[in-house]
């Protein structure tokens, strides 16, 4: 069966100041993972995608298989990147497209 | 592009009354899903259509929950009868065919009394 751990559930930084959102899953084929953010009184909305290693407002994230780990980083926290965040998995085979969904971390970045 | 509609937005019932909810996905989509999210969790996936065929239930709780989508475009979650449990936001999500992107709606918030 496939998990995702998110081991914060809340997560306080000042303006400028590094943030580290952790995510860890078990899984026994070949995972793809997501992190999706949800901003106050917005939808739940995908942020990054780890195939893609893109860098999406400022936010990065690296599989690390041997660590069945997929933490979000950015270096320096805007006030604007208060939101709730949940690190997913997307299944293949049979269940094609099924997202198992980690418990979220409230980010608050204070000025 | 028009996103992801849900109705209503919020419902509030009294446990063992039946409650229905609305999805209509975005155009063009062929693939819909509907999530429970309960209070301080993340969103559990319930049914998974493409088109209007289910590729995946296993974590619907079938003895009172149903879900139908009707010709492969807008869908229908049903509860009867509620129980106190079922309080919890439904999310529904739509996705192109084969695509990765998951996008949501609103979603509904239900709470049972």
């Known amino acids: 069966a496939q998990r995702v751990t998110q081991p914060e559930k809340l997560l306080s930084v000042f303006k400028g100041a590094p943030v580290e959102l952790k995510c860890n899953y078990s899984?026994?084929?070949?995972?793809?993972l997501f992190w999706y953010v949800q901003y106050s009184r917005q939808r739940l909305q995908l942020l990054l995608r780890?195939?893609s290693r893109e860098s999406i407002k400022g936010f990065t994230a690296d599989l690390n298989k041997g660590e069945t780990s997929f933490h979000l980083k950015k270096p320096f926290a805007q006030e604007e990147d208060s939101a709730m965040y949940y690190c997913?998995?997307?299944?293949?085979?049979?269940?094609?497209?099924?997202?198992?969904f980690g418990q979220g971390t409230i980010l608050t970045v204070h000025p | 592009e028009a996103g992801v509609a849900q109705s209503p937005r919020y419902k509030i019932i009294e446990k063992r009354q039946s409650v229905a909810f609305w999805c209509n996905p975005i155009?063009?989509?062929?693939?819909l899903y509907w999530y429970q999210q309960i209070l301080g969790q993340g969103p559990k996936l319930l049914i998974q259509?493409?088109?209007?065929?289910?590729?995946?239930d296993s974590q619907l709780p079938k003895d009172r929950f149903s879900a139908e989508r009707l010709k492969g475009v807008d869908s229908t979650l049903k509860i009867q009868p509620a129980k106190l449990e079922d309080s919890a936001v439904y999310l529904c999500?739509?996705?192109?065919?084969?695509?990765?992107?998951?996008?949501f709606g609103p979603g509904t918030r239900l709470t049972v009394l």
């Open positions: 999500a739509s996705s192109p065919l084969r695509g990765y992107e998951q996008f």
């Open positions: 899984y026994s084929g070949s995972p793809e």
């Open positions: 780890h195939i």
């Open positions: 997913a998995l997307r299944s293949g085979g049979t269940s094609y497209g099924k997202l198992t």
């Open positions: 155009s063009g989509h062929a693939t």
């Open positions: 259509f493409q088109n209007n065929g289910v590729v995946d």
